[in-house]
């Protein structure tokens, strides 16, 4: 399958994630939230959360965008540790950088991240997910997260059309970015639809198969899955297929030219598309600006789509 790379165009934020007033500028920052004009070559120093399918495509769109604004940049991988994380963040303090983007493991690692970057006079722009509190922040891309949660669960509302259903959730990684998924999707459901399993897959294909086979047995009459990302509702379809279950409809996120063409072949029946590249790219672009000018807009967000097999034509490439 082959689809013609575009960038989306940004949105001002409205946003929401549940963790994050939108509308702020980056003049509201608080100390260390917007920096000090930087004069000639940028260096950026770029923390990923994880090594999969996903985080090669932000940091291929992050690649790009430096290339396109003449940026230097430093790249990490925090291989979903928190403790990594934190010494990737000392580490890029070190080397100097004008500025970290970072796509955290955890809340709790990013903040502690923010306030090392701060007391160094680094400002930190964030991918993905932002706090309440913006002090500290240069910015953020973010996804609407408990959105993207909303939007599977009013497609499986309407697929299921008020019949009493039975759903297992098969979460990524708990603490940050999954976590929001889950609340949006749980809040959005109506009263006919039972969750009777949430457990997570830690964003690995093997790790949610062998999670779904253990659901499935405990779990005769399962109707749903929602699957937090395409690499692990691809485990998740292989252990439904072997226990005789290809009844059981999937949901999933991503948009990948995998994905896609599952959903085309009726693997899965519905995904969440968004566009990892166009994320990473943003966020750079974003951090750029707001070095050279602070009074910009602080916060953006990203679309996304819900994508069926009526509308595949519609994703946006996910990997730039």
Known sequence: MTRSRRWIPLLSAT??????????????????????????PVT???????????????????????????????????????????????DMIARGVDAIVLNTVSVDAMMG?????????????????????????????????????????????????GDPVE???????PGASSDYVVQGFAAALPDSVTVVAEQPGMFNRSKAQEVAENVIQANPDLDYAFVLNEDMAFGVRAALDAAGRDDVRIVTMNGTDDGLAAVEAGEFSATIADSAANLGAT????????????SGEKVFSMPTALITADNTADAVPFCG
């Open 15 to 40: 946003l929401l994630t549940g963790v994050v007033v939108t509308g702020c500028s980056a003049g509201d920052a608080g100390d260390g939230g917007g920096g000090e004009a930087v004069e000639g």
């Open 44 to 90: 950026i120093g770029f923390i990923s959360s994880a090594n999969n399918e996903w985080g090669t495509c932000l940091q291929n769109g992050v690649e790009a965008a430096a290339a396109e604004e003449g940026v230097e940049l430093l790249v990490a991988n925090s291989d979903a540790d928190a403790a990594k994380e934190t010494a990737n963040i000392e």
């Open 113 to 161: 991240g923010i306030q090392k970057a701060g007391a160094a006079d680094v400002p930190v722009y964030l991918v993905a997910v932002v706090p309440d509190d913006l002090t500290g922040v240069l910015g953020a891309t973010v996804v609407d997260l408990p959105g993207v949660g909303a939007l599977a669960a009013e497609w499986l509302a309407e697929d299921s059309a």
């Open 167 to 173: 759903v297992a959730v098969i979460a990524g990684a």
């Open 283 to 294: 966020s750079v672009e974003n951090t750029v600006a707001l070095l050279a000018d602070g």
